[in-house]
């Protein structure tokens, strides 16, 4: 007969680990107000029309890069050291950075590409 309080505990070890997979980043307590705004507004400016983005719904837009790990990237968009000042400066105007690149000025304002910026910057 196996030993059944091993099979139990294994058994709650392993629902733990689906409940926590479960519990992603964005539902958890985990996630800054800042970085819950910036999804929201990833979301009202339609960045997944060009860009995949996880945790965004279904962004599976494809006419900019992936964004799927863009908090480790070196660079943005190959130009600029990826630090929070400069993803501020290419999402409030990334035409000034590579004039005629795709991605159009959205118009945002300082505190909503911040608020972008944490989202992205969690991105690993
Ligand atoms: C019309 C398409 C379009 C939209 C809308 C758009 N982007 Fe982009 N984005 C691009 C393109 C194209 C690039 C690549 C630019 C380049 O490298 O020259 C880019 C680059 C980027 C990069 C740098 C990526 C890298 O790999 O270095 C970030 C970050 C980014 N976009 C975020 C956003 C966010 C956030 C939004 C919404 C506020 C957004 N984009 C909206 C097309 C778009």
Redesign the pocket.
């Known amino acids: 007969m196996p030993d059944l309080t091993h099979v139990a505990k294994l058994a709650s070890v392993l629902c733990c680990g689906v409940l926590l997979a479960g519990c992603n980043f964005f539902g958890s307590s985990e996630a800054s107000d800042a970085q819950k705004r910036g999804a929201d507004?990833?979301r009202a400016?339609?960045?997944a029309?060009?860009?995949s983005?996880p945790g965004i719904g279904d962004a599976r837009?494809n006419?900019?890069?992936?964004?799927d790990r863009?908090g480790t990237?070196v660079?943005?968009?190959?130009?600029l050291r990826?630090t929070p000042e400069n993803?501020v400066r290419?999402?409030k105007n990334?035409q000034a950075i590579?004039p005629g690149?795709?991605?159009?000025n959205?118009h945002?304002n300082d505190a909503q590409a911040r608020d972008?910026t944490a989202y992205?910057a969690e991105l690993h």
Do not use: D, K, S, Y
Not at 63 to 67: D, E, M, T
Not at 75 to 79: C, K, L, R
Not at 101 to 104: I, L
């Open positions: 507004l990833i400016n339609g960045c029309t060009c860009h983005i837009g006419i900019g890069p992936p964004l863009i990237r660079f943005i968009a190959g130009m990826n993803m290419w999402l990334p590579i690149n795709a991605m159009p959205m945002l972008i992205l």
